[in-house]
């Protein structure tokens, strides 16, 4: 993906609520069914996650995990709040 559209992105993200949160459960088949089913219809989604989700994985290992499960890229990390998008 080039520099501007990421760019963009991350600009209408930065407006955005986190839609899902991941907690102690961790990533789940439904919560991966969850996130699937919002980029098929937003595109564009932002996710927090919990202290106690992190405490146990390791924050860029639990998205990159995450893009990979559901075909997605990460445009924006920043502390607990990951930004993913999907074409």
Known sequence: MEKQAIKELRQKA???NPIIRIGKKGL????II???????KRKLIKIKF????IENTEKKKAAEELCSK???E???KV???IVIYKR
Not at 50 to 53: A, E, G, P
């Open 14 to 16: 930065k407006i955005m």
């Open 28 to 31: 789940t088949e439904e919560t």
């Open 34 to 40: 969850q996130i699937k089913q919002l980029l098929k």
């Open 50 to 53: 919990l202290k106690s989700f």
């Open 70 to 72: 559901t075909g997605s």
């Open 74 to 76: 990460l445009i924006d």
């Open 79 to 81: 502390g607990f709040v």
